[in-house]
């Protein structure tokens, strides 16, 4: 079983940053692609950002291209996400994912973290 840890969640006023990170452990995987889904409040969970396992590939949702970079360090096992210019849209329990599958559906992922709430203040 793979575990996924995320941090770095919290209350930021708009226009600001925070840096989301997720740790991998226990049975992990050969390269596993690792990224990003979010819940806003009242709404279903949507894609935020992909990462292949080499780092090669990256695919982001519109939402957040331009102000959100995923980055990873396989030494680490762990994944991060940089957060810049945020807006109160952006206010959502963010999640951890990591598969086999590269992709952008909810079911392309076979292991999520517990989430972080990120509220951004307008």
């Known amino acids: 079983q793979v575990q996924l840890v995320e941090s770095g969640g919290g209350l930021v006023q708009a226009g600001g940053s925070l840096r989301l990170s997720c740790a991998a452990s226990g049975r992990t995987f050969s390269r596993p692609n690792m990224g990003w889904f979010r819940q806003p409040p009242g709404k279903e969970r949507e894609f935020v950002t992909v990462?292949?396992?080499?780092?090669?590939?990256?695919s982001y949702a519109d939402s957040v291209k331009g102000r959100f970079t995923v980055s990873r360090d396989n030494a680490k096992n762990t994944v991060y996400l940089q957060m810049n210019s945020l807006k109160p849209e952006d206010t959502a329990v963010y999640y951890c994912v990591a598969s086999s599958r590269f992709g952008v559906t909810p079911g392309a992922f076979d292991y999520w973290g517990q989430g972080t709430q990120v509220t951004v203040s307008s």
């Open positions: 990462i292949s396992w080499n780092g090669a590939s990256i």
